[in-house]
């Protein structure tokens, strides 16, 4: 009995040791510093310390250089490679840290306004509509079990690819009286199924009962541009069709020059928006060869330049990204893209592609006379943050227009099929 309950009080001693331990200012300070730690070459990492702790590095190689004071260090990366740093209290090792560098990457921030022309795969159903027979109203592609946000890929194994694609086949089958094979794609998969055209008493003319559309377009914010490999990224949000409410799954197509002519400023559970229209040489800038919740995606034919920072910056990990004032390029008169203010209110390192990884607010008195604050057709707009491009502005929030989203531009790089974790040293400019 005895020995047990000193046990009980050895045990007790050790678990409030450990306790005070974690919570021992610097020994939680330093459980609280990443395991891996990345940095561009020619830029740092720091962090704040307890005078006790001290930092090494466990290699010799020359690719990081370690400052150490009293009351920080300051991990610079030097040249591409790996390495690992020690930290220790009173010479005893609590943590080891990866540290990794990587090349100089760098890429010319946007801001530019955009027209954007999508071309979807096949031709998509917006809507149903009855189609006034001799025997009554019917909707035969709702029959054929076609539902609103499909898509028609093949008519009678022939591949479809625009609207006036259908018709013909539509007629026919409605003057022999044979049932179309449609081949629909849909979110969880494809398959195939008959309808028979029914005829309009009222027109003469046969039809399917639905409500289609083979493209779209619309205005958007350029984010950035890769010179090397001439891709960019815009927007930093799906596209979706503005009657499905989904996605719009893209064939190909192209971006345009556009001009904002007007501006409805935003106030409270009312976004506001810029107006535009499509330059008037028409000439396409690039293609878009991707839409995914990260934007839109594809190579120009030549640079915009945006008239303000037209030099390639360097960009900063969602890691890096700190609370605290930023900057947009964006457009709100004509076609002249200006720098405004904002605040960066927080931030999360995501470790995996995600979303809405920052939450923005516009201080710009300017901007904000002007706008009202984020308003649509500002997705893309670039931010900036102590000379890097950190992001994107995607969203605003509806009950108050001064706020909303942004995306981390590691995330919109990996979209863009750019790998910063292994790509060649760019050459100065």
């Known amino acids: 009995m005895r020995l047990e309950i000193i046990r009980k009080i050895i045990g007790g001693i050790l678990l409030v040791s450990l306790v005070s331990l974690i919570f021992f200012q610097p020994m939680h300070q330093y459980l609280n510093i990443p395991k891996t730690i990345t940095v561009f070459e020619g830029q740092d990492f720091s962090f704040n310390k307890a005078a006790p702790v001290s930092a090494a590095l466990v290699s010799h190689q020359s690719n990081v250089k ?89 008519i009678n194994g022939n591949k479809i690819e625009k609207m006036t694609d259908v018709a013909p086949y539509v007629q026919a089958a409605g003057q022999s009286g044979k049932a179309l094979n449609i081949m629909i794609s849909r979110e969880n998969g494809k398959f195939t199924t008959k309808l028979t055209p029914l005829k309009d008493k009222g027109e003469n003319t046969y039809k399917l009962g639905l409500y289609i559309r083979d493209s779209a377009a619309g205005i958007g914010t350029m984010t950035f541009y890769h010179p090397q490999s001439k891709k960019y990224g815009a927007l930093g949000h799906v596209i979706s069709d503005m009657d499905t409410k989904k996605p719009i799954v893209v064939e190909d197509g192209q971006i345009v020059r556009s001009t904002v002519t007007s501006i409805e400023k935003g106030s409270n559970g009312d976004p506001g928006e810029k107006l535009a229209r499509f330059s008037s040489d028409g000439e396409i800038v690039g293609n878009i060869q991707k839409n995914s919740p990260f934007g839109i995606f594809g190579e120009l034919n030549k640079q915009l330049k945006n008239g303000i920072l037209d ?31 904002i605040e960066i209110v927080s931030t999360i390192p995501q470790k995996f592609p995600a979303t809405k990884g920052m939450v923005i607010k516009v201080t710009d008195p300017k901007l904000l006379e002007k706008t009202g604050g984020i308003v649509q057709g500002m997705s893309g707009s670039p931010i900036i943050q102590d000379g890097k491009l950190v992001g994107a502005v995607t969203h605003v929030f509806v009950n108050d227009p001064t706020s909303g989203y942004g995306v981390h531009i590691e995330w919109m790089l990996d979209e863009a099929g750019i790998n910063i974790y292994d790509m060649p040293k760019n050459k100065a400019s």
Request: aromatic content about 2%; glycine content about 10%.
């Open 66 to 154: 370690l400052e150490e004071n009293q009351h920080s260090v300051k991990v610079k990366g030097l040249e591409n490679g790996k390495n690992e740093m020690l930290l220790e209290f009173a010479g005893i090792p609590i943590k080891k840290v990866d540290v990794n560098v990587l090349k100089d990457f760098r890429v010319i921030p946007g801001g530019q306004s955009i027209g954007v022309k999508l071309n979807t795969v096949g031709v998509l159903v917006v809507g149903h509509h009855l189609v006034n027979t001799l025997s009554g109203k019917k909707s035969p592609g709702e029959i054929a079990g076609i539902k609103v946000g499909d898509i028609i890929t093949e």
């Open 311 to 341: 030099k390639p910056l360097p960009i900063a990990l969602s890691s890096q990204v700190k609370e605290g004032p930023a900057k947009i390029l964006t457009v709100v008169n004509n076609d002249k893209v200006e720098e405004f203010d």
